[in-house]
């Protein structure tokens, strides 16, 4: 069955510090991933998505994330954090087959606190 | 920027009562989405919609019931709501499989 693991649930970094947000993934054939964001009282905003291709994808707000099937992950990173990063980071990995085609799964999220 | 939209966002009601969550989207997706959201949990897909009259039950056993009569609108009912319904729940939509999802704000829910 398709999973996904994000092994810290709470992250602390200085502003202008590198961030790196783990992200495993369980699934048996190609998977499509993708980072969303959430600020509190706010749904979940795309960061970034991997279909196929390159694997290292660049997203918004100057995010990017690697793919590596070897590892299975796809972990995130920033070079230098803003304080408005603060918020929770959700890694997903979505479903291509059968009865669950186009299906989400979800890890539990990594909550990102910057120190100014 | 995706254009979907939930109401309400906040919700306090009693145990027993009736209520309805509203999603809608203009941006004419097919594929709708509701999620329930806990604390350090993951999200759970309750139901989705392939399309008009068409409505599945997600991988999470919900009370909950959903309709599809419109492409745009995807409501949420609870015939009766209990203090375990407390959460957040989250609509989004897609243009089809293997497509972004997009998310509305959220409907937070609280059932004393």
């Known amino acids: 069955a398709q999973s996904v693991t994000q092994p810290d649930i709470h992250i602390t970094v200085s502003e202008g510090a590198s961030l790196e947000l783990r992200c495993n993934y369980s699934?048996?054939?190609?998977?499509?991933l993708f980072w969303y964001v959430q600020s509190p009282g706010q749904g979940l905003q795309l960061l970034l998505k991997y279909f196929s291709g390159d694997t290292l994808v660049q997203g918004i707000k100057g995010f990017e994330a690697e793919f590596k099937r070897s590892q299975s992950s796809f972990n995130l990173r920033k070079p230098s954090v803003h304080w408005s990063d603060a918020a929770e980071y959700f890694c997903a990995v979505g479903s291509d087959r059968g009865s669950t085609l186009g299906r989400l799964y979800f890890g539990r999220g990594t909550q990102l606190t910057v120190w100014p | 920027e995706a254009d979907i939209y939930q109401t309400p966002r906040y919700l306090v009601i009693g145990t027993g009562k009736k209520i309805t969550l509203e999603c809608s989207q203009t941006m004419g997706h097919d594929k709708m989405y509701w999620y329930q959201q806990d604390p350090g949990m993951e999200l759970h897909l309750i139901h989705y919609s392939y399309g008009v009259n068409s409505t599945e039950k997600g991988d999470l056993s919900s009370e909950s019931t959903v309709s599809r009569i419109r492409t745009e609108h995807f409501p949420l009912t609870l015939e009766s709501a209990r203090p375990s319904h407390t959460s957040q729940y989250l609509c989004?939509?897609?243009?089809?499989?293997?497509?972004?999802?997009?998310f509305g704000p959220g409907t937070r829910l609280l059932v004393l």
């Open positions: 989004a939509s897609s243009v089809k499989w293997r497509e972004t999802q997009y």
């Open positions: 699934y048996g054939a190609t998977p499509y």
